[in-house]
């Protein structure tokens, strides 16, 4: 293998890799802009991938086959959405301390995922899923083709939401509410904002965002459900929102970095270069340790109430 | 020690009941969940009248009497003297307030 073709490998593996990370880490962001950081991202994750799965296995061979991914994808965010309800319930409404209730959703999805998959589908069973879908044209640009534009639809929709993210953000009457409360919710709070429902309709839409992460992975990369399918991608995404420093464009260049790293990895073991596997397999954690320790330095812009419940009754 | 005894017994679970691994997940993810919502339902009387009000506003029974002195028995403690302020201080001070400025604007 040529140079050449060894790099444009890592870079057509790199942009799919990045997509479970990025759709997660672009939900994560609004719950982090917004106060709360959830740490069962990989429970919901697991759930959403499980629930997209589901569909494309029983409706096989029916006449609904045809939108058996879709339904998948719908149901996935949908379930990731009450799960994020379901914390914010948790660490909103009764206060609890976000990080020992993020662990304990993550065990609450990742269990209850994979004892619903031994009950109903048994074993490891691969599904159609979702196919590339080349975009016209553009696919056939040498280099920039294959890289950019020869995926699937939910690839180019990662990419697409994160200018939309961004703008919700920073543009948009609710992307303010979301910051303020966020960053000084007692402030937000004496404005009229109701800190309480803004965190709600936060953590819904980061629950939503992750289950369509997992839904992506069952769907249209790994095309199967197993237990370990999500492999502490959800945990990467927490840790991608603070290396894009809680901007989607951020954490877009991070989710990128890390699949790219994770790409040259497994490129290294396919080429059979004479390399140590297990530093390979190490690589994209030491990088993202490392660039999180540069990041640390640099400075932080980050919601000042993060992991602080609001209490509106509290002396101060 | 609590999260220790959660694998102890999940161990002890797997084994003698025979009950899957990730049952075992549930379970503790459920508990851990329950107990950390717990903590601030049994501390705060306000969160379980609150509860108990919404709930049975939910199920069309007769509310429970919300304890003295809490925002839902005084909703607005600038009106007349209210029964439930009667025993207060406040309320007291309030009518006094009331009476005095009626008798200066006369």
């Given at each position: ?12 593996l790199g942009v799919p890799f990045s997509v479970a990370l990025l759709l997660a880490a672009?939900g994560e ?9 959830n740490l069962g991202c990989e429970g919901i994750m697991a759930m959403g991938a499980f629930i997209a799965f ?22 996935s965010?949908?379930?990731g ?21 993020g662990i304990?959703l993550q065990m609450l999805g990742w269990g209850t995922a994979g004892?619903?998959f031994r ?5 490891v069973?691969g599904?159609?899923g ?24 939910l690839?180019?929709?990662a ?50 965002m992750a289950g369509l992460a997992g839904a992506y992975l069952s769907l249209a990369q790994a095309k199967m459900f197993a237990d370990d399918l999500i492999a502490g991608r959800g945990f990467i995404a927490v840790a991608l929102v603070?290396f ?10 991070g989710a990128l970095l890390f699949s790219l790293a994770q790409s040259l990895q497994l490129s290294i073991q396919v ?6 596997y297990e530093f390979a397999v190490m690589f994209p954690y030491v990088l993202v340790i ?27 | ?20 691994a990730n049952?075992?997940l549930?379970?503790?993810g ?77």
């Amino acid at each position: 293998m040529n140079t050449g073709s060894f790099v444009l490998n890592i870079l057509i593996l790199g942009v799919p890799f990045s997509v479970a990370l990025l759709l997660a880490a672009l939900g994560e962001t609004i719950n982090q802009r917004a106060g709360i950081f959830n740490l069962g991202c990989e429970g919901i994750m697991a759930m959403g991938a499980f629930i997209a799965f589901l569909p494309p296995f029983f409706l096989a061979g029916t006449p609904y086959a045809a939108q058996a991914n879709l339904i998948g994808l719908v149901l996935s965010m949908g379930v990731g959405a009450l799960l994020g309800i379901l914390f914010a319930l948790v660490v909103v409404t009764f206060r609890a301390p976000q990080g020992i209730a993020g662990i304990g959703l993550q065990m609450l999805g990742w269990g209850t995922a994979g004892t619903l998959f031994r009950h109903y589908v048994g074993g490891v069973t691969g599904v159609p899923g979702i196919p590339a879908m080349p975009i016209p044209v553009l696919s056939k640009i040498p280099i920039l083709g294959p890289v950019l534009f020869n995926h699937n639809p939910l690839v180019y929709l990662a990419f697409l939401l994160v200018p939309v993210f961004w703008y919700i953000l920073f543009k948009t009457p609710w992307g303010l509410r979301v910051r303020a409360v966020g960053t000084y919710p007692r402030a937000a709070d004496s404005l009229g904002i109701n800190v309480a429902r803004v965190r709600y309709q936060a953590l819904a839409l980061g629950g939503a965002m992750a289950g369509l992460a997992g839904a992506y992975l069952s769907l249209a990369q790994a095309k199967m459900f197993a237990d370990d399918l999500i492999a502490g991608r959800g945990f990467i995404a927490v840790a991608l929102v603070y290396f894009g420093r809680w901007n989607p464009v951020g954490v877009m260049g991070g989710a990128l970095l890390f699949s790219l790293a994770q790409s040259l990895q497994l490129s290294i073991q396919v080429a059979g270069i004479n390399f140590p596997y297990e530093f390979a397999v190490m690589f994209p954690y030491v990088l993202v340790i490392i660039v999180l320790a540069l990041v640390r330095k640099a400075k932080m812009v980050g919601p000042s109430s993060l992991g602080k419940p609001f209490d509106r009754e509290q002396r101060i | 020690m609590f999260f220790g005894l959660l694998l102890l017994g999940a161990d002890m679970t797997q084994r003698l009941a025979d009950v899957p691994a990730n049952m075992v997940l549930v379970l503790q993810g459920a508990i851990i969940l329950a107990i950390v919502s717990a903590r601030q339902f049994i501390n705060n009387p306000y969160v379980q009248d609150s509860l108990a009000r919404r709930l049975s506003r939910m199920f069309g029974r007769p509310m429970p009497p919300a304890p003295p002195g809490s925002i839902q028995a005084c909703p607005d403690p600038s009106d007349s003297p209210d029964p439930c302020l009667a025993d207060e201080p406040l309320a007291e001070a309030l009518a006094a307030q009331k009476k005095s400025s009626g008798e200066a604007r006369s």
